[in-house]
């Protein structure tokens, strides 16, 4: 079983920037895709970035060139930098790996 620890969330004005990681169990952590989400109130759950083992990236429109989602195998971590935060990117961010999920950070950007 994988366990994923989401961290890094918090307040921050539009404009602002934090890093998102996310820790993970387990010795498989290496070998798979690692994605982080997004999740909005009275919205769906949506795709932001995925990272593949060897690194291969790619994110949601809305996001390119202002998040960047990077991995650290060694440490079985998964990061995700985001720059020039937006009030529509206010939202409780998940980190999955396969049908894992961690338990989600808020991210709150406002004024």
């Known amino acids: 079983q994988v366990q994923l620890v989401e961290s890094g969330g918090g307040l921050v004005q539009p404009g602002g920037s934090l890093r998102l990681s996310c820790a993970a169990s387990?010795?498989?952590?290496?070998?798979?895709?690692m994605g982080w989400y997004r999740q909005a109130p009275g919205k769906q759950r949506e795709l932001v970035a995925r990272?593949?083992?060897?690194?291969?990236?790619n994110y949601a429109d809305s996001v390119k060139g202002r998040f960047t989602i990077s991995r650290d195998n060694a440490k079985n971590t998964v990061y995700l930098q985001m720059n020039s935060l937006k009030t529509e990117d206010a939202a409780v961010y998940y980190c999955?790996?396969?049908?894992?999920w961690g338990q989600g950070t808020q991210v709150t950007v406002s004024s």
């Open positions: 387990g010795s498989i952590f290496s070998i798979y895709a």
């Open positions: 990272i593949t083992s060897g690194g291969g990236t």
């Open positions: 999955s790996c396969i049908i894992y």
